[in-house]
């Protein structure tokens, strides 16, 4: 049994900056192109089309509806569809108001900051390392739950691929008694920043504490290479979130993708 760490000071607006600054290095590292503008950031992959999360415009500034969202007509004119992922965190909620009002798809994602202790020790010692083929197949499973990702299945199976080989993902998981894997993450850093993410555990074996023990194990690799900030992205409309912030992450700030077409 092993704990994942000790509490910690909330992290303020320069743990903001970092969270941000690193997810979008690594979306640089991922997509076909990354154009700055002067309101953000407009990410293209014309080789994986049906992928919202490198074929967007990321708002960094505050800006109204009507002129952002004619912004990204201009810059996304060749998407089949339009995905802005609002950064300003207070521009965001206002602007979640009038996209959902004016009939887009709207999420919210919280970005989770490690800065408590955990309320009880994980049994950290199921989770191994596992290989890319069997991450991605649990991947594509995880996929599949969503009736609107199914038919980008294939590019979205492929971006994972990039993605984790581009970011030099370490991939954790737990194995069933017949050696099946069954649940994974992935630990992804650049040294001093740390990120836990697309942690998944197939239907049948839910309810055992996997997802407890693998980003607990992903905490304590990260510790021991010596990151400063460990952070995790949840949707906001979900329950995972509540797990995580029983290990110790506890909000930063909030990401609101908003879709049409």
């Not at 089309?49 to 810059?75: S, T």
């Not at 191994?128 to 197949?137: A, K, M």
């Not at 581009?166 to 008694?177: I, Q």
């Not at 797990?243 to 909000?251: C, D, S, V």
Request: glycine content about 6%; overall charge negative; proline content about 5%.
């Amino acid at each position: 049994m092993a704990q994942t760490g000790r509490s910690a000071a909330l992290p303020g607006v320069d743990s903001i900056d970092r969270v941000l600054a690193f997810l979008r290095a690594n979306i640089e590292k991922v997509a076909d192109e990354v154009r700055p503008i002067e309101a953000g950031l407009v990410v293209r992959s014309p080789s994986l089309p049906a992928v919202w999360a490198i074929n967007h415009m990321r708002l960094a500034v505050p800006l109204a509806f009507a002129p952002l969202v004619d912004l990204a007509d201009q810059q996304l004119a060749e998407c089949r569809y339009v995905q802005i992922v609002v950064e300003n965190q207070d521009a965001g909620p206002g602007l979640e108001r009038a996209f959902r009002e004016a009939g887009w798809k709207t999420d919210r994602e919280v970005l989770m900051v490690l800065t408590a202790a955990p309320d009880r020790d994980a049994d950290t010692g199921v989770v191994t390392d596992v290989g890319e083929d069997e991450v991605l197949e649990l991947m594509k499973r995880w996929y599949a739950e969503d009736e609107l990702a199914r038919p980008a299945l294939d590019e979205l199976t492929e971006y994972s691929r990039r993605e984790a080989r581009a970011c030099g993902d370490r991939m954790l998981g737990v194995r069933s008694s017949d050696g099946q894997l069954v649940a994974t993450t992935k630990l992804r850093s650049d040294g001093s920043t740390a990120q836990v993410e697309d942690v998944y555990t197939v239907p049948e074996a839910r309810g055992r504490g996997y997802a407890r023990a693998l980003v607990s194990r992903a905490v304590e690799l990260a510790r021991a290479d010596g990151h400063d900030l460990i952070f995790i992205t949840a949707d906001d409309n979900d329950w995972p979130k509540e797990l995580y912030a029983r290990i110790g992450f506890r909000r930063l700030a909030q990401l609101w993708p908003v879709h049409l077409g």
